[in-house]
Nanobody
Framework: QVQLVESGGGLVQAGDSLKLSCAASRGTVSVYAMGWFRQAPGKEREFVAAISWNSSSRYYADSVKGRFTISRDNAKNTVYLQMNSLKPEDTAVYYC?????????????????WGQGTQVTVSS
């Protein structure tokens, strides 16, 4: 069973930066595509970013494009989400997930294993 652990969340002000990490404490992520999703209070979970296993392809939601960067270090079995120019609307619980297959990166049901999430709160 794969266990994913997110970290790096916190309370920041608008315009600040945060870097989230997602480490596999059990199992591996190094040969799988990975994604980040988020869920704001009262809203459905939404796609944020995804990266192929070898970092050759990256995908972003329009709302974060140009501000967020997804990356990975396969030697460390870890995926990152660098978040810059944060806005209050970025406030959410952020989840990482390990993907099945190599298509439909934005669809939740294409992801097999999920972390417990890390809270990001951006004040105005």
């Amino acid at each position: 069973q794969v266990q994913l652990v997110e970290s790096g969340g916190g309370l920041v002000q608008a315009g600040d930066s945060l870097k989230l990490s997602c480490a596999a404490s059990r199992g591996t992520v190094s040969v799988y595509a990975m994604g980040w999703f988020r869920q704001a209070p009262g809203k459905e979970r939404e796609f944020v970013a995804a990266i192929s296993w070898n970092s050759s392809s990256r995908y972003y939601a329009d709302s974060v494009k140009g501000r967020f960067t997804i990356s990975r270090d396969n030697a460390k079995n870890t995926v990152y989400l660098q978040m810059n120019s944060l806005k209050p609307e970025d406030t959410a619980v952020y989840y990482c997930a390990r993907k099945l297959g190599t298509t439909d990166y934005k669809l939740e049901d294409r992801y097999e294993y999920w972390g417990q999430g890390t809270q990001v709160t951006v004040s105005s």
